[in-house]
């Protein structure tokens, strides 16, 4: 079995590296020994919640009077339809759907716009871009 491996936060400022938490990273390198491998790269940030109130005050509202469906049932079939990917596990394939909260806010943006052009597409919906709307 893998062993969990934390992530650590920091920010950089004209180069120098700040840690969130120093203690907690000090304890996991007193644990390790011999060559490894440090990574770092900009934090994705999660849906924000803008795009919290614009999804579930427009969009999946929107779509859900027009397919007769709750707003509920309506995500599940947007994410299944937009989010699903399949996995293999010991030679069987399976199908899995992301959660909307995992999503970065550039998933999560690209999500919606796939969400805005079914709603056009498929349901004639014209779903107004943030930016056209009071949230």
Known sequence: MSK???KHFCSIEKGILTLSDEKKY???LSQLEGECELIIKKRERLRSSNQNKYWHGVVLPLIA???CL????TKEFLKRRFLSTEIK????IYDIVKR???LSTIEFNEFV????MFGAKELGLNIPDP???EL
């Not at 709750?70 to 049932?73: G, I, M, R, T």
């Not at 596990?89 to 069987?92: I, R």
């Not at 716009?113 to 805005?116: L, M, S, V, W």
């Open 131 to 133: 930016n056209e709307i």
């Open 4 to 6: 969990i491996i934390p």
């Open 65 to 67: 009077e027009e397919m």
């Open 100 to 102: 909307t909260s995992s």
């Open 70 to 73: 709750y707003p509920d049932e």
């Open 113 to 116: 716009k796939r969400c805005q």
């Open 26 to 28: 000090q304890q996991w």
């Open 89 to 92: 596990v010991k030679e069987k």
